[in-house]
């Protein structure tokens, strides 16, 4: 219990909710869109089963990626995904992924529309949390990633529009999430277990190697941003 009062576990938290909002924004549009054609009596309702059947399988998803990050020079395929999702964030995006996005008449219909594009657009939100997680270290991972979603979901859902706002007019929010995940990258490739035995793992190279990544995503994402390229 005395875990839950750490500042250690409160920044996982943050970190966890952070990267919800950044890289989960697109929910809420999914969640319209697959509802859109819904009578009005049944749209609340497709809203909150699909999103109670997206959070469940995210949660599974993590789980399962919590336990293979524990297999060795996983966590560093983890880092470099988790590096490219940190650019694109900063990089102009391409064509739209809402387009293929089907509304449905039927509740149910409707409610499995909005789990399986969540499934498909969650892939880097279930790595990015992950990573936060096992760097929180600890035996309270999943609790903290449930948590973490609970707190975060609603946020999306009810507030979308005024957190894309706020992108829009502070840009440097984007830039610091980016950054956020550059920093989680590089924590979690220094704590992979195939490098425990190469590198020493105190708190100065952790922090060493999350400044790295940090700094990689930035300059990365800003030289490409300057040349005009667009991430798929």
Same mark, same amino acid.
């Given at each position: 219990?005395?875990?839950? +009062?750490?500042?250690?576990? !409160?920044?996982?938290? @943050?970190?966890?909710?952070?990267?919800?909002?950044?890289?989960?924004?697109?929910?809420?549009?999914?969640?319209? #869109?697959?509802?859109?054609?819904?009578?009005?009596?049944?749209?609340?309702? @497709?809203?909150? !089963?699909?999103?109670?059947?997206?959070?469940?399988?995210?949660?599974?998803?993590?789980?399962?990626?919590?336990?293979?990050?524990? /297999?060795?020079? +996983?966590? #560093?395929?983890?880092?470099?995904?988790?590096?490219?999702?940190?650019?694109?964030?900063?990089?102009?995006?391409?064509?739209?992924? &809402?387009?293929?996005?089907?509304?449905?008449?039927?509740? !149910?219909?409707?409610?499995?529309?909005?789990? /399986?594009?969540?499934?498909?657009?969650?892939?880097?939100?279930?790595?990015?949390?992950?990573?936060?997680?096992? =760097?929180?270290? @600890?035996? &309270?991972? #999943?609790?903290?990633?449930?948590? @973490?979603?609970?707190?975060?979901?609603?946020?999306?859902?009810?507030?979308?529009?005024?957190? #894309?706002?706020?992108?829009?007019?502070?840009?440097?929010?984007?830039?610091?999430?980016?950054?956020?995940?550059? !920093?989680?990258?590089?924590?979690?490739?220094?704590?992979?277990?195939?490098?425990?035995?190469?590198?020493?793992?105190?708190?100065?190279? =952790?922090?060493?190697?999350?400044?790295?990544?940090?700094?990689?995503?930035?300059?990365?994402?800003?030289?490409?941003?300057?040349?005009?390229?667009?991430?798929?």
């Amino acid at each position: 219990m005395e875990e839950f +009062l750490t500042a250690h576990f !409160w920044i996982a938290v @943050g970190q966890i909710i952070m990267i919800d909002i950044l890289l989960g924004g697109d929910n809420a549009v999914v969640i319209a #869109l697959a509802c859109r054609q819904l009578p009005a009596n049944l749209r609340t309702k @497709g809203i909150l !089963w699909g999103t109670a059947g997206a959070i469940v399988l995210r949660v599974v998803l993590i789980a399962f990626a919590l336990t293979l990050l524990q /297999v060795p020079f +996983l966590k #560093l395929v983890g880092a470099v995904l988790l590096l490219w999702i940190g650019v694109k964030l900063l990089v102009p995006e391409g064509e739209d992924e &809402h387009s293929s996005i089907q509304g449905s008449d039927r509740l !149910w219909a409707a409610v499995k529309t909005v789990i /399986v594009a969540d499934l498909v657009m969650s892939i880097d939100n279930v790595i990015a949390i992950a990573g936060a997680a096992t =760097n929180a270290g @600890g035996q &309270h991972q #999943l609790p903290l990633v449930i948590f @973490g979603l609970l707190v975060s979901i609603p946020i999306i859902i009810s507030g979308s529009q005024l957190v #894309l706002k706020l992108m829009d007019r502070f840009p440097f929010i984007i830039t610091a999430g980016g950054m956020l995940l550059g !920093w989680i990258a590089g924590t979690m490739a220094h704590s992979d277990p195939a490098l425990q035995d190469l590198i020493p793992q105190n708190s100065m190279w =952790n922090y060493g190697a999350g400044m790295l990544g940090a700094m990689l995503v930035f300059l990365v994402g800003m030289a490409l941003k300057r040349r005009g390229q667009k991430l798929q």
